[in-house]
């Protein structure tokens, strides 16, 4: 442990303190309460962690992740997560918060709040952003705790599920459509564990373009910056966190330009479940259908190279209406509501 970052009153027990990435126990300690807190929330449909992937993200580069613990009593009963996803100098930090079932109530979220918060002023963060989930449409009681936090709500993402194999009457229609509108102009091709070296620069291209062109309107995001390297760093990350990854590019025919991709990774933990992270199409390039062509195609090396994983996860903004529409006729059905709620500093 760190020294604590918000020192509790000396008449109480309770202590926030910010994980020593190298003290492997604390390490286990906080993805047990990630994973138990995801349990009772969602069962079936929790996102579940390891200590691979969590030192693995934590050690990204390219970002700076910090984790809390709280302790009551020496007893730990709840665990935060803080992000800065553009880097140090970032000013939005995205945090997490979850306290064990028999620990709530006792303001042990407020303080795991308050804490991240201080850490984001003395970053120089202007927002925090809290990501809080529920089984329940109207999000509670998750996001009443954030209305007290003092946030607004900024946005509404659904998540998803596929069951697989996707049957063939919904499969075969849709490649049909997909191959028409984009087999003369547009090669789609997929790699799985490694991607080539060919495709870091585009790829970092697409990922820029992500960052500013996916419905994020009320949160307002600047970009982010993509390079090669951070793409590789992203793979390697995966990879040590005991990641299989896929992801399928289209490649413009004309220029050998990447113009569209989509990426799926799934973890040892949940060695059945691949979780889908992003897909883009640049703007020049869209009503082609390669949105659905590279999803089609991640799909079928999964049914391929991967037929153990039985369900893809993904996560798309309410008001992304164009991949939400992909999405229902692939057959996805939602499972949660996440909302993202800011709280400006
Ligand atoms: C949301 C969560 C973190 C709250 O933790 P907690 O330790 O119970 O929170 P606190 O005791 O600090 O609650 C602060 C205030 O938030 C509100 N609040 C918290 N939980 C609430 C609930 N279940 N219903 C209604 N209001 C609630 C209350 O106003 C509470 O003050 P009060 O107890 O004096 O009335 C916890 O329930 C949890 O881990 N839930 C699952 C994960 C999640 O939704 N995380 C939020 C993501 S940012």
Redesign the pocket.
Known sequence: MTDAVNPASSDSSLRVDRVDLAVDADVAQWTRVRNE?GL??LGDDAQLTSVEIVRAMAQRSDQVRELYLARDAGQVV?AGSFLLPGGPGDTDAE???????E???????????AAMEARARELGCSRVV?????PREDG???S???V??GCRQSQLVLGLRLDLPVPAEILTPLQERATSASDAAYEILTAWDEIPADWLDDRAHLASELSTEAPDAAIDHDGEHWDAERVRTLWLSRLAGGGRAVESVAIDRATGQLVAFSDLVAYASMPHVASQSDTVVLDEHRGHRLGLAVKLANLRTLAEELPDITAVRTWTAIDNTHMLAINRELGFRVVEWTRM?VKEL
């Open positions: 807190v009772a929330l709840g945090v997490w918060v979850g306290v064990l079932p620990g709530r109530r006792g303001g042990v979220g407020s303080a795991v709040v809290l990501d809080q989930t529920s509670l009681p998750g009443q705790f954030c007290e936090m709620w």
